[in-house]
C-alpha cells in the first residue's frame, strides 16, 4: 500500500463535520448549480460531498471532469457541479477537501452549503397540484399568494390540523403535498423550509389559462411525417427548381434586350 494511499485512509478514518456556516447556493429544478470550493492548495488529492445529515443518503460520488456526463462532477480545483437538479437535492451539503499540507496532514479543509432548488409550474383550475416537496428534513411550508406579501403556514409537520389551506383540500402523502380543486387563491409562491428556518424549495404556481382547441392547434397534434415529408421534397427540388426559373428569368431578359436593340 502507498503512502498517500495510507495517509488517505487515515484521514477518512479521523474524518468528522467541522461547524462551518453554510455557503447559499441556489438552482432551478432541471438545472445545475456550482457549490463553489474557492480553495487552492498546490495537490488536493480527494475531495467528499455528503448530505447532512448524513444518515439521508450518505457520501455522494463526486465523478472526476473527464467523465462529467453524470450528475454531479468535479469543476476546476475542488468545486463540485450538480446537473439536472431535482426537488429532492434541496438541503445541506458538506464537502472535505483532502490535500497536502506539510504543516496539518490530518485536516480537510471543509465546506458546507445550504442548497436551495426553485421551480416554476402552472395548474389549470379544478385540477390537483401535487408538490414533491416533504422531504426528510422539511418542516413547513409557507404560501404567499399573488396579491399579499404576507406567509401563511399551509403544513407543519406531524400537525394534524392544518393552519391554513381548506382542510379537506390539502393532502400530505408519500413525501408529496397536494391541493384539490385547485383555486386561483391558492396561486402564488410555495415555500419549504427546514428546521432552521432556512429555504430548501421555492415553488412558483401561476394558473394556466384554458385555451379552446384552434384548428391550427390540433393540427400540430399530428403526426408530421406529412410536413416532414413536404419539405424534404421542397428541400430537393426548392433549389433546383430556383435555378431553373433563374435560367428562364436570364432568357427572358435576354429576350427583351434583343427585341430592344
Ligand atoms: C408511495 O411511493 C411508492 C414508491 O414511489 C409507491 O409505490 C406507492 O404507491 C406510493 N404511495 C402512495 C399512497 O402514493
Ligand atoms: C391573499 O392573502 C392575504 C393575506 O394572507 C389575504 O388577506 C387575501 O384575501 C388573499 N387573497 C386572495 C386572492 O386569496
Ligand atoms: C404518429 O406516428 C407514430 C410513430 O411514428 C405512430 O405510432 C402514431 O400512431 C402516429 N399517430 C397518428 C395520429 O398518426
Same mark, same amino acid.
Given at each position: 500500500?502507498?503512502?498517500?494511499? &495510507? #495517509? @488517505?485512509?487515515? /484521514? +477518512?478514518?479521523?474524518?468528522?463535520?467541522?461547524?462551518?456556516?453554510?455557503?447559499?447556493? !441556489?438552482?432551478? %429544478?432541471?438545472?445545475?448549480?456550482?457549490?463553489?470550493?474557492?480553495?487552492?492548495?498546490?495537490?488536493?488529492?480527494?475531495?467528499?460531498?455528503?448530505?447532512?445529515?448524513?444518515?439521508?443518503?450518505?457520501?455522494?460520488?463526486?465523478?472526476?471532469?473527464?467523465?462529467?456526463?453524470?450528475?454531479?462532477?468535479?469543476?476546476?480545483?475542488?468545486?463540485?457541479?450538480?446537473?439536472?437538479?431535482?426537488?429532492?437535492?434541496?438541503?445541506?451539503?458538506?464537502?472535505?477537501?483532502?490535500?497536502?499540507?506539510?504543516?496539518?496532514?490530518?485536516?480537510?479543509?471543509?465546506?458546507?452549503?445550504?442548497?436551495?432548488?426553485?421551480?416554476?409550474?402552472?395548474?389549470?383550475?379544478?385540477?390537483? &397540484? #401535487? @408538490?414533491?416537496? /416533504? +422531504?426528510?428534513?422539511?418542516?413547513?411550508?409557507?404560501?404567499?399568494?399573488?396579491?399579499? !406579501?404576507?406567509? %401563511?403556514?399551509?403544513?407543519?409537520?406531524?400537525?394534524?390540523?392544518?393552519?391554513?389551506?381548506?382542510?379537506?383540500?390539502?393532502?400530505?402523502?408519500?413525501?408529496?403535498?397536494?391541493?384539490?380543486?385547485?383555486?386561483?387563491?391558492?396561486?402564488?409562491?410555495?415555500?419549504?423550509?427546514?428546521?432552521?428556518?432556512?429555504?430548501?424549495?421555492?415553488?412558483?404556481?401561476?394558473?394556466?389559462?384554458?385555451?379552446?382547441?384552434?384548428?391550427?392547434?390540433?393540427?400540430?397534434?399530428?403526426?408530421?411525417?406529412?410536413?416532414?415529408?413536404?419539405?424534404?421534397?421542397?428541400?430537393?427540388?426548392?433549389?433546383?427548381?430556383?435555378?431553373?426559373?433563374?435560367?428562364?428569368?436570364?432568357? &427572358?431578359?435576354?429576350?427583351?434586350?434583343?427585341?430592344?436593340?
Amino acid at each position: 500500500m502507498s503512502f498517500t494511499m &495510507l #495517509k @488517505l485512509l487515515l /484521514l +477518512l478514518w479521523v474524518f468528522n463535520y467541522s461547524e462551518t456556516i453554510p455557503i447559499h447556493a !441556489a438552482g432551478k %429544478k432541471g438545472g445545475s448549480v456550482i457549490l463553489p470550493c474557492e480553495f487552492k492548495a498546490r495537490e488536493i488529492f480527494h475531495i467528499r460531498l455528503n448530505r447532512q445529515p448524513t444518515s439521508f443518503e450518505g457520501e455522494i460520488f463526486v465523478y472526476d471532469k473527464k467523465y462529467c456526463s453524470k450528475r454531479v462532477c468535479k469543476k476546476g480545483a475542488c468545486d463540485v457541479v450538480i446537473k439536472d437538479l431535482r426537488l429532492s437535492d434541496a438541503g445541506k451539503y458538506i464537502l472535505n477537501v483532502y490535500y497536502n499540507n506539510a504543516e496539518s496532514l490530518l485536516a480537510p479543509q471543509v465546506r458546507s452549503y445550504q442548497l436551495h432548488i426553485y421551480d416554476d409550474i402552472s395548474v389549470k383550475i379544478g385540477e390537483v &397540484l #401535487k @408538490l414533491d416537496v /416533504l +422531504l426528510p428534513d422539511a418542516l413547513q411550508v409557507m404560501h404567499q399568494n399573488t396579491s399579499s !406579501a404576507e406567509w %401563511k403556514m399551509v403544513w407543519k409537520r406531524g400537525s394534524k390540523s392544518r393552519v391554513n389551506i381548506k382542510q379537506d383540500r390539502l393532502k400530505d402523502s408519500n413525501g408529496s403535498l397536494s391541493i384539490k380543486r385547485f383555486m386561483a387563491e391558492d396561486a402564488g409562491t410555495y415555500r419549504v423550509l427546514g428546521y432552521e428556518g432556512e429555504i430548501l424549495i421555492t415553488v412558483t404556481v401561476t394558473v394556466t389559462e384554458e385555451k379552446s382547441k384552434s384548428p391550427t392547434e390540433s393540427k400540430g397534434n399530428l403526426n408530421y411525417t406529412d410536413d416532414e415529408q413536404k419539405r424534404n421534397h421542397w428541400s430537393l427540388f426548392g433549389p433546383a427548381g430556383l435555378v431553373v426559373l433563374f435560367v428562364l428569368f436570364l432568357i &427572358l431578359i435576354a429576350a427583351i434586350i434583343k427585341k430592344m436593340q
